[in-house]
């Protein structure tokens, strides 16, 4: 548990109204997994794994406390990324506040691939949104504004937009040129996908942590026409297999893009996505690594099971998730 107070984090922009002291939200964020395979920073999964955040407006100050995974590893202080998303979202939902109570009660494990830092954006603001709605309902934020706003501290919006929605999600961006900036701004999009009643996921988590920024930096810059023809083919497959021909999954989780090239740093990882796959199971690697996903309609082998938690692999059955939520 880490805790810390400041003093004099909190600063009002002009013009916006000011939350009365003393409102407190509780919100619910799934984990969630993107790429799926083939839908590189396009195609997402939410997870039933959540973490829970509370957040109470106070008379002045910052106070922030962390409880449970990177408790010992995550900043107590105004550039923690959920008060950072808070603030985000107060801004966007023309609010304030003087002071903040923040409480992360956190599940997902960090610098796994399972969209943890994803997931700390889109709570941060949805407990914004929240907290305005509490002051006007027409205040709160839309599913658009926050699958763009977290998708902003992302980068991309494969993790984001599934947190935001629930279910699976197809994202894209387009670069908006009607901002009157210089630079074009990036618009973020995407839409759910209701997925197969009877699909069902399961991560292997390993110990270790992977950085997202190492193991995009081992992407090639070109790829060959053929390579993304066949993940152009899988994709689209994909999103047939997800809502309803769950058979046809393991063909629809093929990759030719981004998990080859990663492979040598995720040797782990790379063997069991090959050792679930040889036995008919649709898994790849989950976002960026290392967990391991595995996709179906039925739960995994008892033996492959002993044999994964014998390799120190933590294996965890989850359910396909709904949105971000009140408590």
């Known amino acids: 548990m880490t805790a810390a107070h400041h003093d004099s984090s909190i600063r009002k922009p002009a013009m916006t109204e000011t939350l009365p002291s003393g409102i407190t939200v509780t919100v619910r964020v799934p984990a969630s997994s993107a790429n799926l395979g083939p ?5 997402g999964l939410a997870l039933g794994m959540y973490d829970e955040i509370t957040v109470t407006t106070t008379e002045s100050g910052l106070n922030i406390e962390v409880v449970g995974e990177g408790a010992e590893d995550v900043p107590c202080n105004p550039s923690h990324l959920v008060v950072r998303a808070i603030e985000r979202g107060l801004e966007a939902a023309g609010v304030w506040a003087d002071g903040l109570d923040v409480v992360c009660r956190n599940v997902i494990p960090h610098s796994r691939g399972l969209g943890s830092s994803a997931s700390a954006a889109v709570g941060g603001l949805f407990a914004a949104s929240e907290l305005a709605r509490e002051l006007d309902p027409t205040h709160g934020l839309s599913d658009a504004q926050l699958v763009q706003l977290s998708s902003e501290f992302e980068g991309h919006p494969d993790n984001a937009a599934a947190s935001v929605l629930g279910g699976a999600v197809v994202s ?25 009643p009877d699909l069902r996921a399961c991560v292997l988590v390993p110990t270790e942590r992977s950085s997202t920024a190492h193991t995009r930096g081992l992407l090639p810059h070109l790829v ?29 989780t093929e990759d030719m893009l981004h998990q080859p090239h990663r492979a040598p740093a995720l040797p782990l990882t790379t063997r069991w996505v090959g050792r679930l796959r040889e036995r008919g199971i649709a898994a790849t690697v989950s976002g960026a690594g290392p967990t391991v996903l ?23 059955d989850l359910a396909v998730s709904g949105g971000v939520h009140r408590a």
Do not use: M, Q
């Not at 839908?39 to 195609?43: A, E, I």
């Not at 993940?231 to 999954?249: G, K």
């Open 172 to 196: 894209w961006s387009s670069n908006d040129e009607n901002t009157g900036e210089s630079a074009l701004a990036k618009v973020f999009r995407a839409v759910r996908l209701d997925t197969h």
């Open 39 to 43: 839908g590189f920073d396009t195609l």
């Open 224 to 252: 060959p026409h053929g390579d993304a023809a066949f993940n152009a083919s899988r994709s689209a497959l994909l999103v047939v297999a997800l809502t309803t021909n769950p058979e046809l999954l393991l063909p629809a």
């Open 294 to 316: 595995a996709l179906g309609t039925e739960t995994i082998p008892a033996d492959l099971r002993s044999e994964a938690e014998h390799d120190g692999l933590r294996v965890l």
